[in-house]
């Protein structure tokens, strides 16, 4: 028990490798983030699963699935290129925003189900006007940014000639409508809103039952939703640049050659943070109060 918490040492390195690695896209080490999350797992198993005592392995067993899955490719295994969504024609694809949303999302969200199922309970009252002012801006995140496509989009007429004194510019935008764009936005934006309002409802959960370590992960979690909702647009095929409103995607920070991936580096630092503190949080800290009803 005592030499439990030493795990989330090599747990916090591991996280560090895998982060800058991300940082100047070039893994320092392929499996750094699988390890990480594995030792994580060694660690509440070594400190003391809360009940109940499958929780905690089950949250963390679709993280170590989806680390396994997206483990970067190794140095020799090709040149990285262009990922190109949706079709290639000029039609919408409703669903390539959901698909890219939801792959970014997915193991979150079920470790979050799953942990809410395992505290279920209620809230206090704080704790939960807390929740709704912090879920606040995330909402209205992701209503500022499908209104603003889709007034964009709306102004796009199919065929429009603009004259210029030396020159005749045609913008084509046959094909989009807002009632192809709206859909496919509304429908991309919702793993992500879901991923933050459930998080947050964990986080009251957990600050109600005097867990207050990992009810700081859990609402990390919560600002994990904003890079992931500004990918998501982005695999939407749009007619119009999307950029005015983007607070989160990948050139908020302006890429370098030194470092040319900072926001994802900060997306995954805020995303390993939130697990380190939710596992530590559950189990050899806060022993005071039970994890689950």
Same mark, same amino acid.
């Given at each position: 028990?005592?030499?439990?918490?030493?795990?989330?040492?090599?747990? %916090? !390195?591991?996280?560090?490798?895998?982060?800058? *690695? !991300?940082?100047?896209?070039?893994?320092?080490?392929? *499996?750094? $983030?699988?390890?990480?999350?594995?030792?994580?797992?060694?660690?509440?198993?070594?400190?003391?699963?809360? #009940?109940?005592?499958?929780?905690?392995?089950?949250?963390?067993?679709?993280? +170590?699935?989806?680390?396994?899955?997206?483990?970067?490719?190794?140095?020799?295994?090709?040149?990285?290129?262009?990922?190109?969504?949706?079709?290639?024609?000029?039609?919408?694809?409703?669903?390539?925003?959901?698909?890219?949303?939801?792959?970014?999302?997915? %193991?979150?969200?079920?470790?979050? %189900?799953?942990?809410?199922? %395992?505290?279920?309970?209620?809230?206090?009252?704080?704790?939960? +006007?807390?929740?709704?002012?912090?879920?606040?801006?995330?909402?209205?995140?992701?209503?500022?940014?499908?209104?603003?496509?889709?007034?964009?989009?709306?102004? !796009?007429?199919?065929?429009? $000639?603009?004259?210029? $004194?030396?020159?005749?510019?045609?913008?084509?935008?046959?094909?989009?409508?807002?009632?192809?764009?709206?859909?496919?936005?509304?429908?991309?934006?919702?793993?992500?809103?879901?991923? #933050?309002?459930? #998080?947050?409802?964990?986080?009251?959960?957990?600050?109600?039952?005097?867990?207050?370590?990992?009810?700081?992960?859990?609402?990390?979690?919560?600002?994990?939703?904003?890079?992931?909702?500004?990918?998501? +647009?982005?695999?939407?095929?749009?007619?119009?640049?999307?950029?005015?409103?983007?607070?989160? /995607?990948?050139?908020?920070?302006?890429?370098?050659?030194?470092?040319?991936?900072?926001?994802?580096?900060?997306?995954?630092? !805020? $995303?390993?943070?939130?697990?380190?503190?939710?596992? /530590?949080?559950?189990?050899?800290?806060?022993?005071?109060?039970?994890?689950? *009803?």
């Amino acid at each position: 028990m005592r030499r439990a918490p030493l795990l989330l040492i090599p747990a %916090a !390195v591991a996280a560090v490798a895998h982060v800058v *690695g !991300v940082l100047v896209a070039a893994p320092l080490w392929r *499996g750094a $983030e699988v390890l990480s999350l594995a030792l994580l797992l060694a660690y509440a198993v070594a400190a003391g699963l809360p #009940a109940p005592r499958w929780a905690v392995p089950a949250a963390l067993a679709p993280l +170590i699935v989806d680390a396994v899955r997206t483990m970067p490719a190794g140095p020799r295994a090709g040149d990285f290129g262009w990922t190109v969504y949706g079709s290639g024609d000029s039609a919408v694809d409703r669903t390539a925003g959901f698909d890219a949303a939801l792959a970014g999302s997915w %193991a979150a969200l079920v470790a979050v %189900a799953v942990l809410l199922v %395992a505290c279920r309970g209620r809230g206090r009252r704080r704790h939960l +006007i807390a929740a709704a002012v912090a879920a606040a801006p995330v909402v209205g995140y992701a209503a500022v940014r499908v209104t603003d496509i889709g007034v964009a989009v709306a102004a !796009v007429t199919p065929g429009l $000639e603009i004259r210029t $004194e030396t020159t005749l510019t045609r913008a084509d935008g046959s094909g989009y409508d807002q009632a192809d764009v709206v859909p496919a936005l509304v429908l991309t934006v919702l793993p992500p809103l879901a991923l #933050a309002l459930a #998080a947050l409802a964990l986080a009251v959960l957990l600050a109600g039952r005097g867990r207050r370590l990992a009810a700081t992960g859990a609402a990390l979690l919560a600002v994990l939703a904003l890079p992931l909702l500004d990918a998501g +647009i982005e695999a939407v095929h749009l007619p119009v640049s999307a950029d005015g409103t983007a607070l989160f /995607a990948w050139y908020a920070i302006p890429p370098t050659l030194a470092m040319p991936q900072p926001v994802a580096a900060l997306t995954v630092a !805020v $995303e390993l943070a939130a697990y380190l503190l939710l596992v /530590a949080g559950l189990t050899g800290a806060d022993r005071a109060a039970p994890a689950a *009803g």
